[in-house]
């Protein structure tokens, strides 16, 4: 079993920048798929970006361009990085793994085995 842990959230004005990063308990990162996810109010959980075990990405058309997913196996940690944020962009981010293919990026929250508490983030306009 992998626990993760969130942090890196707040609040910052919109066109700011923010790095999340979601630590894991067991040094297996490696053998994992890990993608990003967020929840705002009233709202469904959306798929935010993904890295695969072998660093393939993939990005959600929203923040494409905008946010950066990064994952250093040695640290057992994944980050994204989120720049020029949008009042948009206001949720609560979680990260979650996948024990996956080398390639695969899964990007349904049912595919997801394991996640992250989240952390909470805030674009003020």
């Known amino acids: 079993q992998v626990q993760l842990v969130d942090s890196g959230g707040g609040l910052v004005q919109a066109g700011g920048s923010l790095r999340l990063s979601c630590a894991a308990s067991?040094?297996?990162?490696?053998?994992?798929?890990m993608g990003w996810f967020r929840q705002a109010p009233g709202k469904e959980s959306e798929f935010v970006a993904g890295?695969?075990?072998?660093?393939?990405?993939l990005y959600a058309d929203s923040v494409k361009g905008r946010f950066i997913i990064s994952r250093d196996n040695a640290k057992n940690t994944v980050y994204l990085q989120m720049n020029s944020l949008k009042t948009e962009d206001t949720a609560v981010y979680f990260c979650?793994?996948?024990?996956?293919?080398?390639?695969?990026?899964?990007?349904?929250?049912?595919?997801?085995?394991?996640w992250g508490q989240g952390t909470q983030v805030t674009v003020s306009s």
């Open positions: 979650a793994a996948y024990a996956a293919g080398w390639n695969t990026i899964p990007t349904g929250v049912n595919e997801y085995d394991y």
């Open positions: 067991r040094r297996t990162l490696s053998t994992y798929a």
């Open positions: 890295i695969s075990r072998s660093g393939l990405t």
